[in-house]
């Protein structure tokens, strides 16, 4: 089944972000490919969401699973390195709304460190770079012990937080909606196996309020 055109054009920038990432590793901030795939990755984004257009653009992550607007990505292991890196930060999703600007999708690429870094510290300039931002928020993941027999249901709560963002009505409407919630169990489930998505044993994620 084809995708909507909104879907396709998210698809498309999540590639491109990733490239910018790795050109801004290999080449520098300051290099014209980098330069010219920030103009490519910002178009592509606004194709998702126009200006003037309701609503926004969300990616989720949980584990090594990337979300576009709740919808699990069948991602490449680039995709799935930048999930695990959000989701190591404690990130559980990046909203982007449509009065994003070109330098603010430049700050939030130049957070990204070019070599190794710490998930805290990661979350740390992510915060920074984003402050005061209009175009750009993160949404983080508190967390929190709970026993094993609850360990589906929370995943299936941080893949809600994931892919609405703060959004407390749209989280009432998924949880309510039969069909919705089928899928963000069977995301859940999938998602088992792609390593803890708490910080150590025991531990899950529920979303700040």
């Not at 690429?109 to 990661?122: D, I, M, N």
């Not at 995301?187 to 792609?194: D, I, L, R, W």
Request: hydrophobic share 45%; with cysteine; charged share 20%.
């Amino acid at each position: 089944m084809k995708s909507d055109p909104k879907t396709a054009a998210g698809r498309a920038f999540v590639r491109s972000l990733n490239i910018l990432l790795k050109y801004a590793r290999l080449y520098g901030y300051e290099h014209a490919r980098t330069v010219e795939q920030l103009r490519i990755a910002f178009d592509e984004l606004h194709t998702a969401i126009p200006p003037g257009s309701e609503g926004g653009l969300l990616l989720g992550a949980t584990g090594s699973q990337l979300l576009l607007d709740g919808v699990p990505l069948e991602g490449a292991p680039a995709e799935k390195q930048f999930a695990q890196l959000l989701s190591s930060a404690g990130l559980a999703s990046v909203q982007f709304f449509n009065n994003v600007t070109q330098e603010e999708l430049a700050r939030l690429a130049l957070a990204f460190p070019a070599g190794k870094v710490k998930p805290t510290e990661l979350a740390q300039q992510l915060k920074a770079a984003l402050a005061g931002m209009q175009g750009i928020h993160i949404n983080e993941i508190c967390f929190v012990a709970t026993d094993s027999r609850f360990k589906q249901s929370t995943i299936a709560a941080q893949l809600a937080t994931a892919s609405l963002g703060s959004d407390q009505e749209h989280m009432k409407e998924w949880l309510n909606d039969p069909k919705k919630l089928l899928e963000l169990i069977a995301a859940a489930q999938g998602s088992k196996g792609t390593g803890a998505i708490g910080a150590g044993p025991g531990a899950t994620g529920a979303a700040d309020p």
